[in-house]
């Protein structure tokens, strides 16, 4: 414990020191508002020269027509005696999405967000300067992301939600939500990336009210549904597959001049459906939905590439129903069609599609080959997918918030005046805490002199303790094996024992001799119980669990319909109540399904005959809890804070004479504490027991 008159200097300095941070920052806003400049004006409108030609281009790549119409553009556009930045802006986004979306040339594509930012930075007025460098800063992100260079196109992200946030732009926010959640699914956080969709739709109410705003939101609520498709929830999906075409239709008649666009959309969705269905085992529908996606998106100038991966799961349909012909001719066609459209992951599910065709077939040559081509093209996107799972987001924008931060304050220092009014104050301010220090420092030396010697003894307490510690590391270690060696020399001749009295009890012995017989293979298979369960006990300190995705209901289920049997022994009924949905859990199946046939065991054990035991699984907040209840003969108030031990003098018979040995509890704790979750129980003496287990669902 510190002196009193020590924690009082310490608080004066503390204070002092705010003061002085106080100041500094007071004299900085003062300054900065008095140096800042008025920019010249700029309305952030086209040219009456350039509209009619925007007018055109838009007309031409709504009959889809989009290559004249980028051919009419640079003729008409170079014409022009004069071009105001707004006309620029609209040359270059027009080029930046046909090169993204007609050639799908990343680099053309990068190259053309760099003029629409250089065009952007010459912008005079704050309103379009604003929207105009943001939504440069999301092309050159779309860019980055094209090229997989994910780390650069975060921070040009990062950059134009700076400006929606600064700003209170919602239609900037719009498309930064929108960009997260295209990130957050390509990475596989379905969940994440719903959130930021259905976030990116509320506040793209802000949009211009007009066909991209439209397209956008439509797109938003397709995308809502892919990620819950992803996810397993076939419920929700299916119920924004259906917003996403009610609310297309809702604008069908005002946008009837660019109808094919919106067919564009509803094929993509039928595509989704299709998927839906197929999911969920409907595969008629699903073969019809799929189908009609095909026959609209096949179709020139609409989206092919989209057509292609539809096409890839109508195969992987005819694949599963054993239609091999129709599974070939459709194979055939995508072929010829990827011949004139470079689709790497519609090639490649080609190859895997083909390779499983042939196999069908017995070729297995051919299958071999094209299984080889599937596996090195499969390699690549797996190669991009490792990269931008790699790549934490959330520390990458951290980041990029504080050196914003950092930026913005070596900005706000760039003033003359204000780096001399801080020397001036600085220079007082450092005079007055330096005579305070110095005096402190003269009251405080028995201070330290007495913190330097509890300190002293804190390190020689606390090598102490870690000499201590580790002895009883070692001692653990050495109990553990000594445990191991008996228990596993044991095992075979007790084995032994138990199978040659389980021969003899098949051959023809007097009643007396039967008895004995009995006894000695009960005895032994007892012996032999509890020598696997010193052998459970202390494996289950070495190492860590070898962790997967396991449905918590489904693990919960297997066990109690194997129990059953032995619960029927005693004519007890085990009765489930599961949670309504799925519910993975990053767990080791083997152990945790341990854990749980140990506590149900337990019940049967216990409970009377006739009993009914209770297990339910239900979802509670971040994390899903287990219980397993009886109305046995419960847990003594003396004996509740042993019951976890190992061997445990708290063992009891089961109510039938069963045997305990009081490992299986201090089992179950081990592994449960080695999921980072708890076990725990409420008994009363005579009543029955409850065990809880909870388990926390994982980080996704």
């Known amino acids: 414990m510190f002196p009193n008159n020590y924690l009082r200097r310490r608080f004066n300095l503390a204070y002092l020191s705010l003061v002085f941070g106080l100041v500094v ?17 700029d309305n952030g409108e086209m040219s009456a020269e350039f509209a009619p030609i925007n007018d055109s281009v838009a007309k031409l790549n709504a009959t889809k027509r989009p290559k004249q119409g980028i051919k009419y553009l640079d003729s008409a556009y170079h014409q022009l005696s004069n071009h105001n930045l707004d006309d620029i802006a609209h040359y270059y986004g027009y080029h930046f999405m046909y090169s993204k979306r007609e050639l799908r040339n990343t680099k053309l594509e990068l190259a053309y967000a760099d003029s629409i930012m250089l065009n952007a930075e010459k912008s005079n007025n704050l309103k379009s300067y604003v929207s105009d460098i943001a939504n440069a800063n999301f092309a050159k992100g779309d860019a980055y992301f094209d090229l997989n260079q994910y780390t650069t196109a975060y921070r040009y992200y990062y950059q134009g939600y700076i400006l929606g946030k600064n700003y209170l732009d919602n239609g900037l926010l719009a498309e930064y939500t929108y960009r997260m959640g295209m990130v957050s699914f390509r990475q596989s956080h379905f969940d994440l990336a719903a959130k930021n969709f259905k976030e990116s739709f509320k506040l793209s109410a802000a949009y211009t009210d007009d066909f991209r705003g439209f397209y956008q939101k439509q797109e938003l609520l397709n995308d809502v549904g892919e990620s819950y498709l992803n996810l ?28 094919y666009k919106l067919d564009i959309a509803r094929a993509v969705t039928w595509g989704d459906q299709g998927k839906l269905m197929y999911e969920i085992g409907n595969y008629a529908e ?14 020139r100038s609409y989206d092919n590439y989209d057509a292609e991966l539809v096409e890839t799961d109508l195969a992987n349909l005819y694949l599963k129903e054993h239609q091999l012909k129709p599974l070939f001719s459709l194979l055939q066609n995508l072929h010829n069609q990827l011949d004139s459209a470079k689709n790497v992951q519609a090639l490649s599910s080609w190859n895997r599609l083909m390779s499983a065709y042939f196999t069908e077939n017995k070729d297995y040559a051919n299958a071999l080959a094209y299984y080889e081509s599937y596996s090195h093209l499969k390699d690549s996107l797996s190669q991009v997918d490792v990269s931008i799972k790699e790549a934490d987001i959330t520390q990458q924008l951290a980041n990029y918030d504080k050196q914003y931060q950092i930026q913005d304050l070596k900005n706000n220092n760039k003033l003359q005046s204000i780096f001399l009014a801080l020397a001036v104050i600085g220079v007082i301010m450092a005079l007055v805490i330096i005579v305070l220090v110095f005096r402190n420092w003269q009251r405080s030396k028995r201070d330290i002199r007495e913190i330097s010697e509890l300190n002293q003894q804190i390190n020689s307490q606390k090598s102490d303790l870690e000499t201590t510690l580790e002895e009883l590391k070692i001692n653990g270690q050495e109990k553990d094996r000594i445990l191991r060696t008996v228990a596993h020399d044991l095992r075979n001749p007790i084995g032994g024992i138990v199978s040659l009295t389980n021969v003899m009890l098949q051959d023809e012995y007097t009643e007396d001799q039967k008895e004995l017989i009995t006894l000695v293979n009960s005895t032994s298979q007892n012996t032999l119980e509890l020598i696997n369960e010193i052998l459970d006990a202390t494996n289950n300190k070495i190492g860590k669990s070898n962790k997967e995705l396991v449905d918590i209901n489904e693990l919960v289920n297997n066990s109690v319909e194997i129990l059953s049997f032995k619960a029927s022994e005693k004519d007890q009924k085990i009765i489930t109540q599961l949670s309504g949905k799925p519910e993975m859990l990053l767990v080791s199946r083997e152990r945790i399904w341990r854990v749980i046939s140990n506590l149900i065991s337990n019940a049967i054990k216990f409970s009377s005959i006739g009993a009914a035991i209770y297990v339910d699984v239900m979802a509670d907040g971040q994390e899903v809890k287990i219980s397993v209840k009886d109305t046995g003969i419960g847990i003594p108030d003396n004996i509740k804070n042993e019951v976890f031990n190992i061997f445990t003098d708290a063992k009891r018979p089961g109510t039938a004479g069963e045997k305990s040995f009081g490992l299986g509890l201090s089992i179950c704790q081990q592994i449960i504490e080695n999921h980072d979750g708890k076990i725990w129980f409420d008994s009363e003496a005579g009543k029955g027991t409850t065990f809880y287990v909870t388990l926390k669902r994982p980080q996704i």
């Not at 007071?26 to 010249?40: N, R, Y």
Request: proline share 2%; net charge positive; with cysteine.
């Open 286 to 299: 699903a073969e019809g939905l799929l189908k009609k996606s095909i026959d609209f998106n096949l179709k």
């Open 25 to 41: 920052t007071l004299v900085s806003i003062l300054f900065f508002s008095s140096c800042k400049k008025q920019q010249p004006a």
């Open 232 to 259: 397993g929830n076939t419920d929700s999906a299916g119920v924004y597959f259906n917003k996403t075409l009610a609310f297309i239709d809702k604008y069908s008649e005002r946008f009837k001049d660019i109808s």
